[in-house]
């Protein structure tokens, strides 16, 4: 399956929705994606990875990388992923049934790298100023 990226805006914040997979070779489009946002000024960015289903280390550096272009320029970045799968619980069956976003999260907490990452559970609580990061 392919990866989706769709961009939005939502006050001062440029919001990429994706969706799909974020592997080896659709993780470039994702890093595009973000390269262009930044070069247009925006640096304060909201990564939608509810709808993603499967993230490999490809995918995972992407969003490292991404960390540190927006923290080199001062800007802040939050990612949308459901509180589910966080400690592992929940199972790839019921990730997908859900739409994805609990696999990057295992994915991420698995790693250790989590807890570098501002992660809202959905799109009102991630453009909210007074948002604060779920707990890894």
Do not use: K, Y
């Not at 392919?2 to 929705?17: C, F, S």
């Not at 540190?68 to 939050?78: K, V, Y």
């Amino acid at each position: 399956m392919a990866l989706n990226v769709t961009g939005d805006e939502r006050g001062e914040w440029a919001v990429l929705h994706v969706s799909g997979e974020l592997d080896l070779v659709t993780s470039p489009l994702l890093r595009q994606r973000v390269h262009d946002v930044v070069a247009e000024g925006r640096h304060s960015l909201v990564l939608d990875l509810s709808e993603v289903f499967f993230c490999d280390s490809s995918g995972v550096g992407v969003l490292i990388a991404t960390r540190r272009l927006l923290r080199s320029c001062q800007g802040r970045l939050r990612l949308i992923l459901p509180a589910e799968g966080a400690d592992g619980g929940a199972s790839r069956a019921g990730a997908a049934g859900r739409g994805g976003g609990a696999h990057v999260n295992r994915v991420l907490g698995a790693l250790g790298v989590r807890r570098l990452f501002d992660v809202q559970p959905d799109l009102a609580a991630a453009v909210s100023e007074e948002s604060r990061p779920l707990s890894a």
